[in-house]
């Protein structure tokens, strides 16, 4: 999450520069912008991974969730199966 935070700060800065610093046409703004271009391509990579990997995340966190109550719940039937039985 930092990451993404960094790259789009940069971009911001760079479009600002390039918007405000430049002349149209000139090699200046021509390499910013082709910059601004590159980082959205590289925000859009790092978003999708980071994207990926949080619903993974909250994949494995829901099992989890789900196996540690259920042994939990098949715990406590079997204590009351033995007072039940005693």
């Known amino acids: 999450?930092?990451?993404?935070?960094i790259i789009f700060f940069i971009f911001v800065t760079n479009t600002t520069i390039t918007q405000l610093w430049t002349v149209?046409?000139?090699?200046?703004?021509?390499?910013?912008?082709?910059?601004?271009?590159?980082?959205?391509?590289?925000?859009?990579f790092y978003y999708v991974g980071f994207v990926i990997a949080e619903k993974k995340r909250k994949q494995i966190e829901t099992l989890f969730k789900k196996e540690f109550f259920h042994e939990k719940e098949d715990f406590f039937?079997?204590?009351?199966?033995?007072?039940?039985?005693?």
């Open 24 to 44: 149209e046409g000139t090699w200046e703004n021509l390499l910013l912008q082709s910059m601004s271009l590159s980082m959205i391509i590289v925000f859009l």
């Open 1 to 5: 999450m930092l990451r993404l935070c």
């Open 77 to 86: 039937e079997k204590d009351d199966k033995r007072k039940v039985s005693e």
